[in-house]
């Protein structure tokens, strides 16, 4: 079998609401590229109903290959998961909540093809509660 164009990874945990939406986008924008891709979700330990949402689309979605930890290791870890199963020439990540729209991956693309070696979107209005993201530790002042 031949490589995918494009690999798709894409770490969730507890987005038993998320993840057909996003996905049947996804696979929407990538087909529109007209070239192989796959979609690597790996399910970081999910405790919804997550995994089995992910079963029902793996008989939906024929590119989607779907990783499951037996634990929620945390986001960086579901990423080398991903990263490790990818076989793709180019590598694209999504969040699982919803907050990075598919859409947007044409223009990242186009952004490659104008030589650069990566390229990053950034999301100016996020839509997570402050508390519920990781602070980091601040260091005591002298």
């Known amino acids: 079998m ?7 990874v894409i770490p969730v945990y507890n987005e038993e609401d ?36 992910l079963r029902d689309l793996t008989g939906e979605i024929p590119r989607l ?10 986001q960086t870890a579901a990423l080398a998961a991903g990263f490790d199963l990818a076989r793709g020439a180019l590598i694209i990540t999504l969040d699982g909540d919803g907050q990075n729209d598919p859409a947007d991956i044409p ?3 186009d952004k490659l ?8 979107g950034w999301r100016h209005d996020r839509q997570d509660h ?9 260091s005591p002042t002298p």
């Open 18 to 53: 998320n993840v057909r939406p996003l996905l049947m986008s996804l696979q929407s924008v990538m087909e529109s590229l007209g070239q192989p891709y796959e979609l690597v979700v790996v399910d970081d330990g999910s405790t919804d109903a997550t995994r089995s949402r």
């Open 2 to 8: 031949t490589a995918p164009a494009f690999s798709v």
């Open 65 to 74: 290959r779907v990783v499951q930890l037996r634990t929620n290791f945390g």
């Open 130 to 138: 402050f508390w519920s993201r990781r602070l980091p530790p601040r």
């Open 113 to 120: 093809k104008e030589g650069y070696d990566v390229v990053s």
């Open 107 to 109: 223009r990242l693309l």
